[in-house]
């Protein structure tokens, strides 16, 4: 990439086609036939080292007019032949298609904010492959229906820049449960743009009083569990629960994103959470598991929330 005029877009070319020369010799009458020009003339004429404000790279489409990245027609009906050969009534697939399937998922992943959240079933069904051929859960189904979906969005909304590369934070906070509930608190910077919602003010006298901010502040928010939660946790006196947790700890780090969503204007702004469980930390961090269990259907939700919000974690 570069910038300037005209004049000196060619002089940048100029530069490194003449220090590709400057490295790599050019053609002798005794090399072997095998060996080509280190500039491919066949590439140049298909319009390699042609400045332009749209340019296919690596597989995908670059705009710098619009900062955004899609992914071309050619893979984006390659990918949807994958998904709709798998109808959501089938039992079974073979290895060798769902080898394929991921991998295509896989590589879309890398430039869709979002959609690293929704692996962890399609992850977990290779455990169900004694032979090969996998046996396909409802879990599995729902994923794929996931992806379908996040295929018709990225044909009809290209991903921005902001929503894959890191920035300042706009927001930094922290976030923390336990058996009762979840709470954080988001401090913000002074460019963030806050929404108009209602806060509850604690004053000194011990009153509430709500306020429909205009600047922004720090922000503090908490919420208890439903009983039926707390009664599934795992505990010394609760061995056969079915929630630990790092879970509700997952379950916060989603509700302090929530917040700052409802809060502040998050559109292509990175934002920080810290938390002080590591399980928690790694799952936010790698996006999806190879377990079917709570810890998978947050990350979902986390992914799809991301995605929706269009911030950046």
């Known amino acids: 990439a570069a910038q300037g005029s005209p004049t000196q877009l060619n002089t940048v070319r100029r530069t490194l086609l003449h220090s590709i020369d400057t490295v790599f010799r050019p053609l002798t009458a005794t090399d072997p036939t095998q060996r080509t020009e280190p500039i491919s003339v066949k590439k140049l004429l298909q319009g390699d080292a042609c400045w332009a404000t749209c340019k296919k790279i690596l597989g995908w489409i670059f705009d710098s007019v619009s900062m955004t990245i899609t992914l071309p027609p050619r893979r984006l009906a390659r990918l949807e032949t994958l998904l709709?050969?798998?109808?959501?009534?089938?039992?079974?697939?073979?290895?060798?298609?769902?080898?394929?399937?991921?991998?295509?998922?896989?590589?879309m992943a890398l430039a869709l904010p979002g959609a690293r959240g929704l692996f962890s079933h399609l992850q977990a069904a290779l455990k169900s492959s004694a032979q090969r051929r996998l046996r396909l859960s409802p879990g599995f189904h729902r994923a794929l229906q996931d992806f379908r979906w996040l295929h018709q969005e990225v044909a009809a909304r290209p991903t921005r820049f902001q929503e894959l590369v890191p920035t300042t934070p706009s927001l930094t906070g922290t976030h923390d449960a336990a058996a009762t509930g979840?709470?954080?608190?988001?401090?913000?910077?002074?460019?963030?743009?806050?929404?108009?919602?209602?806060?509850?003010i604690l004053?000194?006298?011990?009153?509430?009083?709500?306020?429909?901010?205009?600047?922004?502040?720090?922000?503090?928010?908490?919420?208890?569990?439903?009983?039926?939660?707390?009664?599934?946790?795992?505990?010394?006196?609760?061995?056969?629960?079915?929630?630990n947790n790092s879970q509700l700890e997952l379950a916060g780090a989603v509700l302090q994103d929530e917040v700052a969503c409802h809060c502040f204007d998050v559109r292509e702004r990175t934002i920080r959470s810290a938390t002080d469980n590591l399980n928690t930390l790694f799952w936010h961090r790698r996006g999806s598991v190879t377990t079917t269990s709570p810890t998978a259907t947050l990350l979902r939700a986390h992914a799809l929330h991301q995605r929706f919000h269009r911030y950046l974690p």
């Not at 709709?84 to 998922?105: D, F, M, N, V, W």
């Not at 208890?224 to 009664?231: A, E, L, N, S």
């Open 84 to 107: 709709t050969s798998i109808s959501p009534t089938r039992k079974r697939l073979a290895l060798p298609t769902y080898y394929q399937l991921l991998g295509e998922l896989r590589s």
């Open 182 to 200: 979840a709470g954080g608190v988001w401090f913000s910077h002074p460019t963030t743009t806050p929404r108009r919602a209602r806060f509850h």
């Open 203 to 243: 004053e000194r006298d011990g009153k509430f009083h709500r306020i429909a901010p205009s600047t922004s502040g720090p922000v503090v928010w908490r919420m208890p569990f439903p009983p039926v939660v707390q009664r599934r946790l795992v505990s010394a006196t609760n061995t056969t629960g079915t929630i």
